[in-house]
């Protein structure tokens, strides 16, 4: 039985659950052993996947569908897309801000097709350049973003993600660690009343865009009121942790949100800024884990 679950974030539909636990397993365990431990043994950490939902049917594996700027249309995915960029350009001296770009700026997109898509091309090219995305392609970063809005609007997507949490987390499970996308999946999973028997000593979410208005707080079950979320009653502390040049943790302090027994922690990832392993090796994230541990009354797996 895991004591502890990782959940994943977007972009590992072409990797499986034993690849994730290949190379996440190593790095949340070195984490732990420079905090000082406990140190889980590899069988007490589990891998909640669910990136084979967003992986398309009938295509020929290892390709990403040929996405373009034509292909973001709906109005969440130019939000959040205009997100980034405002994001990249505050954190990023070498990413011009939209008002610089020969566009109407947030706003224009609205106006027009003809508009919106000069906007979005402008973003791509923004992005792309961006030390965040290290030179990604459209098509790379286009199928990330349509992953975070799909959840929200693919309600059989949703349950199924939140599902494969669900059946990892046993009464023994005493941290929840949770990157990116995941970490939404988890605060949704967590806050579900009828596991009871769940006893979380710790939640950890990594580069989180819980925090982010319109597109993921205020669409989140359940329902955030006046910018204030609901505390998971199953989990007894939670720490978020975040890069401060992190594009997707647009907002990093979770805990004017979701109330004070939230730490938000800051952590410093290099030239990586949002990779889950650079997030899971820190000593910041170590230090959270064996809290969750310890508080636990877990006795030490391997000596330090």
């Given at each position: 039985m895991a004591k502890v679950v990782f959940v994943h974030g977007v972009g590992k539909q072409y990797l499986s659950e034993d690849?994730?636990?290949?190379?996440?397993?190593?790095?949340l365990l070195g984490g732990a052993r420079l905090a000082g431990g406990?140190?889980?043994a590899t069988g007490d950490v589990s891998i909640a996947f669910?990136?084979?939902?967003?992986?398309?049917?009938?295509?020929?594996?290892?390709?990403?569908?040929?996405?373009?700027a034509t292909d973001i249309q709906s109005d969440d995915e130019v939000r959040l897309l205009m997100e980034w960029w405002v994001e990249a350009a505050r954190t990023d001296p070498g990413v011009p801000a939209p008002n610089e770009s020969g566009t109407r700026g947030p706003v224009g997109w609205a106006l027009s097709q003809?508009?919106?898509?000069?906007?979005?091309?402008?973003a791509l090219d923004a992005l792309t350049g961006a030390r965040f995305f290290g030179g990604v392609l459209d098509r790379t970063l286009i199928g990330d973003l349509k992953q975070l809005t799909s959840y929200f609007n693919d309600e059989a997507l949703r349950a199924?993600?939140?599902?494969r949490l669900a059946a990892r987390i046993?009464?023994?499970t005493r941290v929840v660690v949770a990157h990116s996308l995941g970490s939404v999946i988890a605060y949704e999973t967590l806050c579900e009343e009828a596991h009871s028997d769940w006893h979380i000593q710790m939640l950890v979410t990594l580069g989180s865009p819980l925090g982010m208005g319109t597109l993921v707080l205020d669409r989140l079950r359940p329902k955030a009121e006046n910018r204030k979320g609901v505390w998971p009653t199953v989990v007894q502390r939670w720490t978020n942790i975040a890069d401060a040049t992190d594009v997707v943790a647009v907002v990093r302090e979770l805990r004017p949100i979701f109330g004070s027994t939230l730490a938000d922690v800051a952590v410093y990832n290099g030239a990586?800024?949002?990779?889950a392993t650079r997030y899971l090796t820190a000593?910041?994230?170590?230090?959270?884990v064996v809290a969750g541990l310890r508080q636990g009354g877990e006795a030490t797996a391997c000596d330090i």
């Open positions: 690849s994730m636990a290949r190379d996440v397993v190593p790095e406990p140190v889980p669910y990136g084979d939902l967003f992986r398309p049917r009938g295509t020929r594996a290892g390709h990403e569908p040929d996405y373009d003809t508009v919106r898509f000069k906007l979005v091309r402008a199924e993600a939140r599902g046993t009464p023994e990586h800024m949002h990779d000593i910041e994230t170590g230090r959270a």
